[in-house]
Nanobody, 116 residues
């Protein structure tokens, strides 16, 4: 079973920054594409960003491209979501994902709350 260990969420004021981390075991980290999704209260879960297994291809959803970025550190077996200029509408539970042929694995999620 894939284990995804998320961290970095918290409470931040509007305009602030956070960096979310998602760590997994080294034997799978370099094999699969990974990503981030989020779910705000009362809304459907939405795609945020994805990165290829070697880190050469990264994509952030269009509406967040100017404030969010995704990257991975092979030495740490960790994928990061860097978020700048956070807004109250960014408040959500953020989930790390890992895509295998068997399907997508999800982390437990980390709460991000942005106060106005």
């Amino acid at each position: 079973q894939v284990q995804l260990r998320e961290s970095g969420g918290g409470l931040v004021q509007a305009g602030g920054s956070l960096r979310l981390s998602c760590a997994t075991s080294d034997h799978i980290f370099s094999v699969y594409n990974m990503g981030w999704w989020r779910q705000a209260p009362g809304k459907v879960r939405e795609f945020v960003a994805a990165i290829s297994r070697n880190g050469e291809e990264a994509h952030v959803t269009n509406t967040l491209q100017d404030r969010f970025s995704i990257y991975r550190d092979s030495a740490e077996n960790t994928v990061y979501l860097q978020m700048f200029d956070l807004k109250p509408e960014d408040t959500a539970v953020y989930y790390c994902t890992l895509d295998r042929m068997e399907g997508r694995s999800w982390g437990q999620g980390t709460q991000v709350t942005v106060s106005s």
